[in-house]
């Protein structure tokens, strides 16, 4: 019969196959981050090109794509290094289908390119397009961070969520703003649609910010090159204030002022992963040499003889006690800063429901989902996961779908 310290140690190794398959985890949100990053360029260079009507930015959209190429095989390789066994995975459901929806993107980027080639695809359903992919790889990022078990990994993941996050609205910045100056004009939905965009970024910054340690909230301040903070600024108050025509020329300077600010970005994301990484193997380390004293100190227990002038029977239950207590409360510790943490990526799945209820009800698209909570979010001036509660207080209101 196995004994409670046979028990004891399992519950250690369990945690360190734990950490061990959130280090494989980390290592693929690093490559994702990547992948991203050249989406986020290939869509950019692909609206002004598609706005240019083919004049601007030909061969350099050409030269991303085969840099997407490279960085989707990336992502490919460390799909297939997933353990796919669902015993194993915690939380592989959601992270498997998530999984699923970035290949089946994947696989619609070749024809997709060849539309934006031909020019036969208009800028919006390009932007979209491209968006929805980012989309589907940032879900596999967020999934990685509600499956963490460990406290301090989950708060790194939930800020390069985060960061990510802010970064893909900063991008989806460059590309609107890279569109409105093209065309020569923007209207006052498209203007608040802009500062909509402004507003994401700020609240993912700040979330970020609320579960980065100082180091690296130092290394994200120095990123920024405050030269080109203000050329972004500056073209922000044209786009977002115009009452008349925009300057078409400004698209180019907008769009290379964007990509400066992104790409400091991008260095911020390497110190992210780095430090996660660093932290996997850290927090795999320190398991490891607690599993192995404990294992000492039970063996050296159990081998001292029963009988003699010392109870030493009844010493080694207390000392398996006072483990399995200590152990207890640890693991209770950590639950709790866990659910601490998890609240911001509850909200999330607020918004998730509320878009599927949307999607359900009123025959809306995802997008379409999105863009509907996000207007009301800006027309009641609330934020967007208050709104999406809201929505979900009326779920058994709401007509049904067509």
């Known amino acids: 019969m196995k004994s409670g310290s046979s028990f004891l140690l399992a519950a250690r190794q369990c945690e360190i196959s734990e950490l061990e398959q959130l280090a494989r985890t980390s290592e693929l949100v690093g490559v994702i981050g990547r992948s991203i990053h050249a989406l986020q360029r290939e ?18 959209r050409q030269q991303q794509s085969a840099a997407c190429r490279a960085a989707e095989q990336e992502v490919r390789v460390h799909f297939e290094q997933l353990d796919t066994d669902a015993s194993r995975v915690r939380n592989g459901s959601r992270l498997f289908s998530r999984v699923a929806v970035v290949l089946h993107g994947l696989e619609g980027l ?19 397009a491209y968006s929805r992919l ?122 290379e002022s964007c990509t400066r600010r992104i790409d400091g970005m991008r260095q911020v994301e390497d110190l992210l992963a780095v430090h996660l990484r660093r932290l996997c193997e850290s927090r795999i380390t320190q398991t490891r040499a607690e599993l192995r004293d404990q294992r000492a100190l039970l063996e050296e227990l159990s081998a001292r003889p ?47 429901r509320a878009k599927g209820l949307l999607m359900a009800h009123r025959n809306m698209s995802e997008d379409e989902a999105y863009k509907a909570l996000r207007q009301m979010a800006m027309n009641q001036n609330r934020r967007l996961v208050d709104v999406a509660n809201a929505v979900l207080s009326l779920a058994d209101v709401l007509p049904g779908g067509r």
């Not at 970024?201 to 909230?217: I, K, M, N, W, Y």
């Open 43 to 60: 869509r950019g260079l692909a609206s002004i090109f598609l706005s240019s009507h083919g004049r601007v930015y030909g061969a350099e």
């Open 134 to 255: 980012v989309a589907a790889l940032l879900a596999v990022v967020f999934e990685a961070a509600d499956a963490s078990t460990d406290p301090e990994i989950s708060r790194a993941l939930v800020a390069m969520f985060n960061f990510m996050q802010g970064k893909e609205f900063a991008g989806q910045e460059r590309a609107f703003g890279a569109t409105a100056f093209a065309a020569g004009g923007i209207t006052p939905d498209g203007q608040q649609q802009w500062r909509h965009l402004i507003d994401a970024q700020q609240g993912c910054f700040q979330a970020f910010a609320d579960f980065s340690g100082p180091e690296v909230l130092r290394a994200e301040q120095a990123s920024g090159d405050p030269a080109v903070l203000a050329e972004v600024e500056r073209l922000r108050r044209i786009g977002c204030t115009a009452r008349g025509p925009l300057d078409a020329d400004l698209s180019l300077a907008w769009y």
């Open 306 to 352: 029963v009988s003699g002038p010392a109870p030493y029977g009844p010493q080694l239950e207390r000392s398996i006690l006072a483990m399995v207590q200590e152990q207890s409360r640890r693991l209770q510790a950590m639950s709790d800063e866990l659910d601490a943490v998890r609240a911001t990526l509850n909200e999330r799945k607020v918004v998730e």
């Open 110 to 128: 070749p024809a997709l390119r060849e539309r934006i080639a031909a020019q036969a695809v208009d800028v919006a359903e390009a932007t979209a």
